[in-house]
């Protein structure tokens, strides 16, 4: 099942080739500065993107792993993807807030898990991966910020 999706104005919008059952909730100090709280996304591979409207993104290369993009008329967080070397590079994690039908996804995991503040949580049990587990999947990767 093709997913899509797109930011609040319509001027950026995709679609997912992959069909997307799963979404996790970031709680890194930039996720939420970024979103004004936690970020709940989903992955996609490269292949599986395609973007209408690229012209209106703006990229912001926020660490030595990943850039995050916004709409560059609305502001709409819609994606961070990571650009470091390895397994992952290339993948998106779209913003779920973007997506035009969250039927079918459910939320299977945190990232950060550490650094949540302590005011919310989640009814349901996640895979949960702290700040040290997830830069280990970035071997040369020591400072997030």
Known sequence: MKRSGHCLCGAVSYEVADEVTEMGACHCEMCRRWT??????FRAVPDAVSIEGGENLSIFASSPW?????????????????TAEGP??????????SLDDHDGIA???????DKKPKAYAFRQSTKDYTEAEILAMFADVTDPS
Do not use: D, N
């Open 88 to 97: 992952y590079q290339g993948t998106y994690h779209f913003a779920a807030g």
């Open 66 to 82: 990943a850039e995050r993009a916004f709409c560059k008329i609305c502001g709409s967080s819609l994606y961070y993807r990571v």
């Open 107 to 113: 939320l299977t995991g945190q990232v950060y898990i």
């Open 36 to 41: 004004g709280g936690i970020y709940l996304s």
